[in-house]
């Protein structure tokens, strides 16, 4: 079967730096993709990578290894407007998106 | 920028009443898609349509038919609701003639089945 794995929560302080992880095992790749979703809001879109790499925009960068089925997050310079849930989603070969559950992340001040 | 409007943002029924969900996109984008959210769970995908007329079954069909009579708009019908259709319920739509996964979502529709 399909699967997405990201970890359900994950704290960091304002102002540091916070990375998440996620792993896949899908039929096909056709590149994945970083959703933000703030609670009571509609996920918008973060990044996307299909090459294997880094990706950077701004604060926020998204890293991709093919080989071994993971990506990650990363998010500089925490801002309290942080807060959300970031849902990783891959793209199959019937092009339709896997979901991950989303990781709910808490920033403290 | 693009807007994805959904027409109900919360909605409670009774077990075995209809409800018709609407949603418009202002875009011109060919490819519409209804999730629902559930906490623990990733977006599962309902339906999905590449063009007007047309729709595809998803994941979770069971209790769902839709309607895209326009390229605009892609309704999610509930013909007779159960409670475990209490859910949030996003639309979605992206651009191509194949589904890029860059979508674009509405704020959701928040179903209290009771």
């Known amino acids: 079967g399909q699967n997405i794995d990201q970890p359900t929560e994950m704290t960091a302080t304002e102002g540091a730096i916070v990375q998440i992880n996620c792993t896949y095992q899908t039929s096909g790749f056709n590149g994945l993709f970083w959703y933000q979703q703030h609670a009571g809001e509609a996920p918008t879109f973060l990044s996307y990578?299909?090459l294997d790499g880094l990706e950077e925009k701004g604060r926020f960068s998204s890293f991709l290894s093919r080989s071994k089925g993971y990506s990650y997050l990363l998010l500089k310079e925490l801002q309290m407007k942080d807060s959300a849930s970031y849902l990783c989603?891959?793209?199959?070969?019937?092009?339709?998106?896997?979901w991950g559950a989303g990781t709910k992340l808490i920033i403290k001040p | 920028d693009v807007k994805v409007t959904q027409s109900s943002r919360y909605l409670v029924k009774r077990t075995g009443e209809k409800v018709f969900l609407e949603c418009v996109q202002d875009m011109d984008h060919e490819n519409m898609f209804w999730y629902r959210q559930d906490p623990g769970l990733g977006l599962r995908l309902i339906y999905f349509?590449?063009?007007?007329?047309?729709?595809e079954k998803g994941d979770i069909p069971e209790g769902y038919s839709v309607s895209r009579e326009k390229k605009e708009r892609f309704s999610l019908i509930l013909e007779s609701t159960s409670t475990n259709q209490t859910s949030m319920y996003l639309c979605?739509?992206?651009?191509?003639?194949?589904?890029?996964?860059?979508?674009?979502f509405g704020e959701g529709s928040r179903l209290t089945v009771l």
């Open positions: 979605a739509s992206s651009l191509g003639t194949e589904n890029t996964g860059e979508l674009f």
């Open positions: 349509s590449y063009d007007v007329k047309m729709k």
């Open positions: 989603a891959v793209l199959d070969s019937n092009y339709q998106l896997i």
């Open positions: 990578n299909v």
